[in-house]
C-alpha cells in the first residue's frame, strides 16, 4: 500500500535487524522485486498517484514566479524581523516568509502538472506578484514617513540651537 500510493520510494532508506547500517528500500530483498518489476509488479496505481496519468518532462511554471516568491519571502522576514521588535506579530511575517522559501525550493521538483495545478500557478503567481508591489509600496511609504520623521527631529534640534536661519529667534532684550 506504501508502496502504490507513493509514500515509499525506492531511494527511501529502511534498516531491520542483521543490517550493519540503512539502505535503500531497493536494496531489500522484501521489495526489490516490486521496484525492478516495473509498474505492472506495483498493480494498478493508486487514485490521484503520479502513475495513474502518465506524464512526461517537467512542470511549466508561470514567468516570474520563482523570483516573485523569493522577493515576498525575503521581504516578510525582513518586515518581520523589524516589526516583531515592537509587535509580536512580526514573527508571523517571518514563519511566512521561511515557508514561502521553502515552498519555492519545492518547485524545482515539482512534477508535470494538470492544468488545475497549472491554474492555480498562475493565480499564485499573481498573488504574488501583488504582495511584493503591495511591500515596494510600503518600504517606500515608511521611507519617506522616516525621512520626514528624521527632518522634523533634526529641524527641531537645530531649532534649539539656534542655528537656522529662518527660525523666528526673540531679540535680545529686557524681559
Known amino acids: 500500500m506504501l508502496i502504490r500510493s507513493?509514500?515509499?520510494?525506492?531511494?527511501?532508506?529502511?534498516?531491520?535487524?542483521?543490517?550493519?547500517?540503512?539502505i535503500p528500500v531497493r536494496q531489500a530483498p522484501e521489495f526489490s522485486a516490486l521496484f525492478t518489476g516495473g509498474a505492472d509488479a506495483l498493480g494498478p496505481p493508486a487514485p490521484g498517484h503520479p502513475r495513474a496519468r502518465p506524464?512526461?518532462?517537467?512542470?511549466?511554471l508561470p514567468p516570474g514566479?520563482?523570483?516573485?516568491?523569493?522577493?515576498?519571502?525575503?521581504?516578510?522576514?525582513?518586515?518581520?524581523?523589524?516589526?516583531?521588535?515592537?509587535?509580536?506579530?512580526?514573527?508571523?511575517?517571518?514563519v511566512g516568509g521561511v515557508a514561502l522559501l521553502g515552498a519555492k525550493n519545492e518547485l524545482a521538483v515539482l512534477p508535470p502538472q494538470d492544468p488545475r495545478t497549472a491554474?492555480?500557478?498562475?493565480?499564485?503567481?499573481t498573488f504574488l506578484k501583488c504582495a511584493g508591489w503591495f511591500y515596494l509600496g510600503y518600504i517606500v511609504l515608511m521611507t519617506m514617513y522616516i525621512l520626514v520623521l528624521f527632518a522634523l527631529f533634526l529641524s527641531g534640534a537645530l531649532d534649539g540651537l539656534g542655528i537656522l536661519p529662518w527660525a523666528a529667534h526673540p531679540a535680545p532684550g529686557p524681559p
Do not use: H, N, Y
Open 6 to 22: 507513493g509514500r515509499l520510494q525506492p531511494g527511501d532508506r529502511l534498516w531491520k535487524e542483521g543490517l550493519a547500517d540503512w
Open 55 to 60: 506524464r512526461s518532462g517537467t512542470a511549466t
Open 65 to 94: 514566479l520563482q523570483g516573485w516568491m523569493q522577493f515576498v519571502a525575503a521581504v516578510s522576514i525582513v518586515v518581520g524581523v523589524m516589526t516583531a521588535c515592537v509587535f509580536g506579530l512580526g514573527i508571523l511575517l517571518i
Open 119 to 125: 491554474r492555480f500557478l498562475t493565480k499564485l503567481a
